[in-house]
């Protein structure tokens, strides 16, 4: 049986004739570099959609192998950034034959104990920033506060997970929705704590679909994503009411 090799994305950067992790980092690719490898590149005199002479560039332990550049093959888009415009600072390629999964682009570390499946078909580890009825299970440190206090705050690296975790409680709270681009903007921050992805990756997999009427077998990815973020599951069916019974009792 042939060895099951990783699937990498393939990142083009026009203009460019070398590239660091630093570089990557600048360019906006931080999410995508992996501190224990290797930057791997490769110079081309074409890039992909019309774009001339620049460098294609692996990350996230992509071998040099597959730095490769064939549109017949590939699918390539240039950087997403939702709510702004102006011209892609790089492009990405994905293989239409071979798309990396969940397994080829996971951190070291996955946080949350929710799945969701999402458009690609696979199952995505999603961490929960928010736990029902209070709290967090993300990852914390300790520390003296100013009343000499042992405190356990979030680590800081999560702010922006948490933050959007309130915003989508909030809105489950009250019945209020999130616009489209932030609704975006929550689900790829949550999709990047756990694996090398950021907005165009999630657009090249298609992963944030919405199943068509009267498909009731499975929830669109965004929804699945919101679900986990805020320990959804875990609320009981009469929300409101058992918040209110939690404050009366406290009282």
């Known amino acids: 049986m042939p060895e099951d090799k990783p699937r990498r994305f393939v990142y083009y950067v026009p203009k460019l004739q070398a590239c660091t992790a630093a570089k990557a980092r600048e360019l906006g690719l931080a999410y995508a570099v992996d501190a224990g490898a290797a930057v791997e590149t490769r110079g081309v005199t074409r890039g992909p959609c019309g774009q001339g002479p620049g460098l294609l560039v692996g990350l996230g332990g992509a071998s040099a192998t597959q730095l490769v550049l064939d549109e017949d093959a590939q699918t390539w888009l240039g950087e997403r950034r939702p709510g ?83 915003e989508v409680w909030d809105a489950a709270e009250h019945g209020t929705p999130v616009d489209d681009v932030r609704e975006w903007e929550i689900a790829v921050t949550a999709l990047s704590t756990n694996y090398r992805v950021s907005h165009t990756e999630v657009d090249l997999l298609g992963l944030l679909d919405e199943p068509g009427e009267g498909q009731t077998t499975r929830i669109s990815g965004l929804m699945a ?22 404050e009366a009792s406290d009282g």
């Open 84 to 166: 702004a415009g102006g011209a892609p600072r790089y492009w990405v390629g994905v293989s239409r034959a071979a798309p990396p999964r969940p397994q080829d682009l996971a951190r070291a570390t996955l946080l949350g104990t929710y799945s969701a499946e999402l458009g690609d078909g696979n199952r995505w580890t999603v961490p929960t920033a928010r736990a029902w009825p209070e709290g967090t299970p993300l990852p914390k440190t300790r520390a003296v506060d100013d009343q000499g206090e042992i405190a356990r705050r979030p680590k800081p690296e999560y702010d922006a997970l948490r933050l959007a975790a309130d």
């Open 225 to 246: 994503i919101a679900w986990a973020l805020i320990d959804f599951p875990s609320w009981p069916q009469d929300a409101d009411q058992a918040q209110e019974d939690s």
